[in-house]
């Protein structure tokens, strides 16, 4: 493989993130995409100067020139989509959520390991070099046994009954589009909790806009996470342990810093060099993985992405919340 070669399938806004994003990394090339119209494929591939254009979604999936796929479709479609490339012959690294539930995950992961080909939930966050570096020094122990952590991911939206954040159809609601991310955060460094308590508000199109949990341990440790579309909060997660605390500066989801703060010793700041625009950092992990004739990441293997389905079906199931699809 000289260049890893990309499709982009779905031409909303986080398609042309990413495709900002590749434009950084050495060794790739985005070189097609695919829309549900010729005009947003022709409009997507001039913006971002992308040679092949397919006006199908099958089309992409087909073409033999592509060596791994980026499903940027609402949640309701990554399960079509996914194995609609993954049968195709493609790799794919599909936005988060992975799915709707972890019913469809089992039937995206199963068709990864029937076809032999790459898959990997386009969990962003945890191939950011601060974050890579934060689970280096909790795994070297520097700040003990964690024990606590608290983390956000709320913003203020304008509720609009016709955006795809609100629409159950397409999956909408605050969990699945960004609570996902403090749910991945403490699985990462806590595991499976042992106990789950929320609650959620459910608005007038019938998702969540507003939603606390709290995730037990048996060794005594918990998670406090908050999520929500109404309102702005301080997306800062703090991890704390027996000997010491990181703070993960604000937008701690995004390229960021921190602190870490160690009993005995002075405050030491992390600013990890971050180049791009953050998209790039998973992007240089499909293709390390690809060149590595690895079927999924080590970093966001298909065990954790299904265990945080699993998670955020259990959430909704307290709530009531069943999207129409299910
Ligand atoms: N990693 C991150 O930071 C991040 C940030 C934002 C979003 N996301 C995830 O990325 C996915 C897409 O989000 P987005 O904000 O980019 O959405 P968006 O702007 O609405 O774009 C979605 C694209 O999907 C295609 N599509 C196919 N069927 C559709 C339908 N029925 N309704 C609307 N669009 C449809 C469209 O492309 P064509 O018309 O070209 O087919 C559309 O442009 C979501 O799963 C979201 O959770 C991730």
Redesign the pocket.
């Known amino acids: 493989m000289d260049k890893i070669r990309w499709g982009i ?10 495709a900002r994003g590749l434009a950084a990394v050495d060794d790739a090339e985005l070189v097609a ?5 010729a005009e ?2 022709n409009a ?1 591939a001039d913006k971002f100067s992308v040679p092949t254009r397919h006006a199908s ?1 099958e089309a992409l999936a087909n073409d033999p020139n592509v060596d791994i796929v980026y499903v ?7 399960k079509e989509n996914t194995i609609l490339c993954l049968e195709g012959g493609r790799a794919v690294l599909c ?3 992975f799915a709707i539930n972890a019913g469809e995950a089992e039937e995206m992961i199963a068709a990864s390991q029937r076809t032999g080909k790459f898959l990997m939930e ?3 966050t945890h191939c950011l070099p601060h974050m890579q570096e934060v689970a280096r020094l909790i795994a070297d122990g520097s700040i003990g046994d964690i024990q606590v952590i608290q983390a956000d991911f709320c913003f203020r939206s304008k509720v609009n009954p016709a ?2 954040l609100y629409r159950p159809e ?2 909408g609601g605050a969990l ?3 609570g ?1 991310y403090p749910v991945a955060l403490a699985y990462r460094f806590l595991g499976q909790p042992d106990a789950v308590r929320t609650w959620a508000h459910l608005g007038v199109t019938g998702v969540d806009e507003n939603a606390g949990m709290v995730f037990g341990y048996n060794s005594g440790a918990m998670a406090v996470l908050t999520t929500s579309v109404r309102a702005n909060t301080h997306h800062i997660a703090r991890i704390s342990g027996s000997a010491g605390e990181i703070v993960v500066h604000e937008r701690w ?2 390229p960021s810093s921190f602190t870490l703060r160690r009993d005995g010793h002075e405050p030491q700041e992390f600013h990890p060099e971050s180049v791009g625009n953050g ?1 790039n950092y998973e992007a240089i992990e499909a293709g390390r993985c690809l060149r590595a004739g690895l079927t999924e990441s080590p970093i966001v293997p298909h065990a954790d992405t299904l265990a945080v389905m699993r998670l955020l079906d259990g959430l909704r199931a307290e709530w009531g919340l069943r999207y129409p699809m299910e």
Not at 9 to 18: E, M, P, Q, S, V
């Open positions: 399938l779905g031409t909303g806004r986080i398609a042309g993130d990413f995409v695919g829309s549900r119209t947003s494929a997507f979604y940027a479709t609402p949640h309701s479609l990554h936005e988060k959520p386009a969990m962003w955006s795809r397409l999956g699945l589009d960004v996902v989801w995004a998209w």
